[in-house]
């Protein structure tokens, strides 16, 4: 919810600001894409959000800002983080798909911040969709809609063909005049932060949302672990603004480092003062990593220390690079759940932005690959890295990263050793002794055996040795398979004494790759 200022002198009326939230493919940006009339949906690799985005649009000349949160598992902090920033949430539920795993945790995030639920129930175009069924699997989550007698509105809407949008936001300007947003534009301003990145041209570049107060131009803002003045403010168009009032997503440059998403920012009267909140931010986070010493903020280069017994694992070494650090942090949090008794997964440098030189030579000292989300690297670095034995990977997908250091990562683990049992043999009688095995001969009591074949050999019930059948004779021809009921002579390689009525369970091996 929005940040309440101490006085409440000169309170306004500001607009609502609608976290969208919901399961994977259910249409959130398609519908924000139909909303603001725009491309984002197309644009954005397999039509998913990879980080979090606001964007202000205009209805019955009213200003609504909504924060877009990414649909994939991976941004569950994220999408909490941006909860907490919201007045309204809307979720949307797929008509045909009903509520699935991110839509309860969603909604478990709208009720920890105590946000007011707006239902969309999106894809009512499908031929099996079914709005009536998720209301009621909605209601197993204790989100009951107004038509089943609760208090929670609900809009049946097609994304793709606009139909109910305008219905839905109507009903968000309607939840807001009912919760009665206000703020004091005239204070300092204050606010959460929404994304960050490193531009290579401009330095660290924050996406704030004003809660309350107005930024301005040359202010002096403390972000959590950074400080600076505001060089220009834009707003998520690109376009200059002269301020930025509560409830509005701005783009600022001119702070010191990248700052931390999720972190609030707040306007301070002198570079002094943000000094000095920035030192007490850090003593803060101090006492509650409860650890004296300093640690690398996320987005810098940073070791884990190897925790106790991690030596016996096989360690699989990365270097992570990514475009803004909520993408970097949501990555590392998924592979972090990568779970194995014999692979390590060791993120030993984890930064924002492009694939450099350094990375490659700091790979090739450490065996490390590089995997890359949402950044670039030039043909020269290409040869560099082939030069050096590195392996590069780039995605633009957030699970196709996460599938591909699976992939590369379960290499280490070993072959799975199946097990095919062939037949049975019994061992009729004991011929000479050759330097690589044992000659045999039997009559094959089951299914068949075959030459290169391993075999156990069984006395009683009570296995005795392992060996293999080196070669295999029926009538003194050398052949490649005896079936059930023939007699057949085998030379046996095995460490042990064969006796006359022992059995031999003849089988294969095969090995199967296995995956984290």
């Excluded at 683990?413 to 000659?439: C, N, P, W, Y």
Aim: hydrophobic letters at 35%; aromatic letters at 4%; a neutral charge.
């Amino acid at each position: 919810m929005a940040v309440k200022t101490k006085t409440k002198k000169n309170l306004q009326t500001r607009p609502p600001v609608a976290v969208v939230l919901g399961h994977i493919d259910h249409g959130k940006t398609k519908l924000l894409d139909y909303i603001r009339k725009s491309k984002v949906a197309e644009g954005e690799a397999g039509g998913i959000t990879q980080h979090i985005g606001a964007y202000e649009i205009e209805h019955g000349g009213k200003r609504i800002t909504f924060i877009d949160t990414p649909g994939h598992e991976a941004f569950s902090h994220i999408r909490s983080r941006g909860a907490k920033a919201a007045d309204i949430a809307v979720l949307v539920v797929a008509a045909e798909e009903g509520v699935k795993p991110q839509t309860k945790e969603a909604i478990k995030h709208a009720k920890k911040a105590k946000l007011p639920v707006v239902v969309a129930i999106n894809k009512i175009d499908k031929p099996n969709a079914n709005p009536e069924k998720v209301k009621g699997e909605l209601q197993k989550e204790k989100i009951v809609v107004e038509s089943l007698g609760g208090d929670t509105p609900s809009v049946n809407i097609s994304a793709k063909e606009g139909t109910g949008v305008d219905e839905l936001l109507e009903v968000i300007q309607l939840v807001a005049e009912i919760t009665e947003l206000t703020a004091e534009p005239e204070v300092p301003a204050s606010g959460v932060v929404l994304e960050s990145h490193l531009d290579s041209q401009r330095g660290p570049t924050a996406s704030l949302l004003v809660l309350s107060g107005t930024l301005r131009p040359n202010d002096w803002v403390w972000v959590g672990n950074t400080y600076g003045k505001t060089k220009s403010l834009e707003d998520f168009l690109g376009r200059e603004l002269k301020h930025a009032s509560p409830s509005r997503p701005v783009v600022i440059t001119g702070i010191n480092e990248v700052a931390h998403v999720g972190d609030t920012f707040r306007v301070v009267n002198s570079e002094e003062e943000g000094r000095r909140q920035v030192k007490m931010y850090a003593q803060e986070e101090t006492q509650k990593s409860g650890v004296k010493k300093e640690e690398p903020a996320l987005g810098e280069s940073e070791v884990p220390q190897e925790e106790p017994g991690s030596g016996e694992k096989k360690q699989f070494t990365l270097i992570l690079k990514a475009d803004v650090l909520g993408s970097l942090e949501a990555i590392k949090g998924a592979l972090e759940k990568i779970e194995s008794s014999e692979v390590e997964i060791n993120i030993i440098k984890g930064e924002v932005g492009d694939i450099s030189e350094n990375d490659i030579k700091f790979a090739a000292s450490a065996h490390a690959h590089i995997f890359g989300f949402k950044v670039s690297r030039g043909k020269l670095l290409l040869d560099l890295a082939k030069r050096h034995g590195v392996k590069i990977f780039l995605n633009e997908i957030i699970y196709e990263l996460i599938d591909q250091v699976k992939k590369e990562a379960s290499k280490l683990l070993t072959l799975e050793k199946i097990k095919h049992v062939l037949g049975t043999v019994s061992i009729l009688a004991l011929f000479g002794k050759k330097d690589k095995g044992r000659v045999l001969g039997g009559k094959v009591k089951s299914g068949k055996v075959k030459k290169g074949a391993f075999g156990n050999v069984v006395r009683g019930e009570e296995p005795i040795c392992t060996g293999k059948i080196i070669q295999l004779q029926r009538n003194k021809k050398d052949i490649d398979e005896v079936s059930r009921g023939d007699e057949c002579g085998m030379l046996f390689q095995g460490d042990c004494e064969i006796q006359e009525g022992d059995e031999l369970e003849v089988y294969e091996e095969e090995e199967k790759k296995r995956e984290l």
